[in-house]
């Protein structure tokens, strides 16, 4: 992009700017700001001053609200119309409360490998993805997502994810899967720590949520016990969980 020089920035840049900033977040009294690239610090700084015209704060600020609910375990089921009548598909969320840390964090990675694993090794003709998401406020939660496409009754195609999901997350990794997926967590999260998005990611976890997850991502990996991929397991097993069938 053309903005990326200093010199292509339009002259009401820095009021536009402030002018946001006191419109989208005029009651943050706290912000985080990354920026990635071969830079030198000093210099970064004082081009963001120049081009920004600083971030002003006050002592006032939002309070987050205090939660009156706490989560419990069980499981709802819901069913939509799918916009494509061609693919049929099934979705499982799951959900639990866990400590987030950095062994509990790459543990749950690994179960996420290992769970889409057994699921496409059992389900031989389904599309499957499993991606994972993590909460940190009212608490730690963890999430995990199971999508299953294959071309079959929507009924019959939940019937079988669930089951499968079940016996996967019931079951206790063994050794020589445990090796397998480390090895692929650390490849993926070296893959995704070489583009920009990566390093952002993991810079916004640790100076925003105070996770320092990716420093020294290797040894973190390379630490993680199947006792602790286990444990990640049992943990959903006693979540919640949310089926999803599209018709």
């Excluded at 939002?62 to 693919?87: A, F």
């Excluded at 031989?124 to 999508?147: D, L, W």
Aim: net charge neutral.
């Amino acid at each position: 992009t053309q903005f990326r020089y200093l010199h292509n920035l339009p002259e009401d840049f820095p009021s536009r700017v402030e002018k946001y900033f006191d419109t989208q977040f005029s009651r943050v009294n706290d912000g985080v700001i990354i920026l990635v690239g071969d830079l030198d610090p000093l210099d970064a700084r004082k081009t963001v001053e120049q081009t920004t015209g600083g971030f002003l704060t006050s002592r006032a600020y939002s309070v987050r609200p205090m939660v009156q609910y706490v989560m419990r375990s069980g499981n709802s089921s819901i069913t939509l119309n799918s916009p494509n009548r061609n693919t049929q598909r099934a979705d499982i969320v799951i959900s639990a409360e866990m400590p987030v840390t950095s062994a509990s964090y790459m543990a749950l990675k690994i179960a996420r490998i290992e769970l889409e694993n057994r699921l496409r090794a059992t389900l031989k003709n389904a599309e499957i993805s499993v991606t994972e998401t993590i909460e940190y406020f009212p608490s730690e939660r963890v999430f995990v997502a199971v999508s299953c496409r294959e071309p079959k009754n929507p009924v019959m195609l939940m019937v079988d994810l669930k089951a499968a999901v079940e016996d996967a997350l019931k079951t206790d990794i063994r050794e020589d899967a445990l090796k397998a997926d480390k090895s692929a967590l650390t490849d993926e999260l070296g893959r995704r720590l070489s583009g920009p998005w990566g390093a952002i990611e993991a810079a916004g976890l640790r100076y925003s949520d105070g996770k320092d997850f990716m420093n020294g991502y290797k040894g973190k990996v390379s630490g993680v016990k199947s006792s602790d991929v286990n444990a990640v397991f049992r943990d959903l097993v006693s979540g919640s969980s949310v089926d999803i069938s599209f018709r």
